[in-house]
């Protein structure tokens, strides 16, 4: 008998969380050094927020948009990116664990390759990103006096899912080009920090052909700058349509489905290193 539809789309989550309660359950053998690190994480992400405030503060104000907005946006960008990095970080090893011949042993178990990967060597102290980044938003949703109408309440919690659905498949369609390339980690990095590091400042510094590129090719905007702009009901001073802060949750699956893509292209043209 065919096993039922929902069962079989469960298994892939199911086998993450557990995978990943693994890596934390032998983490928590060495608390003291988890700690540590977790802290040292978070240090680096505050010091990360500060460059953003500091630049605010000396500039006053970055295309219209003042400290608090301007922490709104660091708020939005960090907080996905950060969600996309502890639950889909690991995928940009995949260059090492083809070199390693590791990939193939994946490739044999029964659980799906792209869970095994992202769960390889998962951490917790990656929620040193999330927390400092997560708080930052908190202050700056109240420093900026947001009109909280039902429909910015209900979309909120959606364009945070929908910008970190997008930050994970730009981190594996990133991580696809390893297939090709072994040695391109450093490319990959390129477009997700990289990408991180764009997007935690108002878009329309960069300019309009930067913005459009971002919105229309690789659609970073939708991380934090369309989402900035919906919360507090301003334009887009680079004159693009405001339809487009409705559409984050369609970047997301437009971009899911590119990585899914790339991700299936990659394991077909895969020759095994023969380890």
Known sequence: ??????????RPPRAYVRLAWTWCRALAQYPTSLVLLTVFVSLGALTEMSGVLIVFGHAGELAGF???EGLLVYGLSATAFGCADMLMGSVERLGRHIRSGAF???????VPTLVLLATDQFTPRRLGKVVPAAGAL???LVACDVDWTPARVLALPALLVSATALCCAVW??????????PEAHVAANSLTYGGQALTEYPLAVYGREVVRSVTFV??????????????????DPTGLPDALRFAPPVAAVLM????ALCW???LRRYRSTGS
């Open 1 to 10: 008998m065919a096993e039922p539809l929902t069962i079989r789309a469960l």
């Open 66 to 68: 003042g400290v608090h």
């Open 104 to 110: 193939d042993t994946m490739l044999i178990r029964p």
């Open 138 to 140: 908190a202050v700056a």
């Open 172 to 181: 594996v369609a990133g991580a696809c080009v390893q297939f090709v390339l």
């Open 218 to 235: 690789v659609p970073l905007a939708f991380v934090s700058w369309q989402p900035a702009l919906f919360l507090l009901g301003r334009p």
């Open 256 to 259: 899911c489905s590119v990585a």
């Open 264 to 266: 299936r292209a990659g």
